[in-house]
């Protein structure tokens, strides 16, 4: 079974005063553990950059290149993903939706994909099981 990872997971697991720091890094453990294939974006992993270089620094941002990301199978979104994603994000009409989130959640459909490892409500909102 595959899990899709979303920036919620990854800041959570890089960030221990994250709210969900010890569940994050629970799970995080037991995918390792357990080999189980983790899915994102290249657009989650640019996020994920984004988000913890401004909010915990450079080396938080190394931290997940050099220890998360290796193991991460990455989709990398092209034209006709990004298009579907910006579609759904316009058709939504929610400022509460990123476009982020509308390619994951697309990617997922598209590779069958029901499990997120996300602390992001709209995964949930979306029919998606969360943190198997």
């Not at 994909?113 to 995964?123: L, S, V």
Request: hydrophobic letters at 45%; a negative charge.
């Amino acid at each position: 079974m595959n899990v899709f990872a979303d920036t919620s997971a990854f800041f959570a697991i890089l960030d221990p005063r994250d709210l969900h720091h010890q569940k994050a890094a629970e799970i995080w453990r037991r995918l390792i553990e357990n080999d189980t294939p983790v899915v994102t974006t290249n657009y989650v992993v640019a996020e994920t950059f984004s988000v913890c270089q401004r909010r915990m620094g450079i080396g938080a941002a190394r931290s997940f290149h050099e220890k998360i990301a290796p193991v991460l199978n990455i989709v990398w979104v092209d034209e006709s993903i990004h298009e579907v994603g910006t579609q759904a994000l316009l058709a939504a009409g929610s400022s509460k939706l990123s476009l982020v989130d509308c390619v994951s959640f697309h990617v997922m459909r598209q590779y069958g994909i029901t499990a997120a490892f996300a602390f992001d409500k709209h995964f949930e909102d979306q029919g998606f099981d969360c943190n198997p």
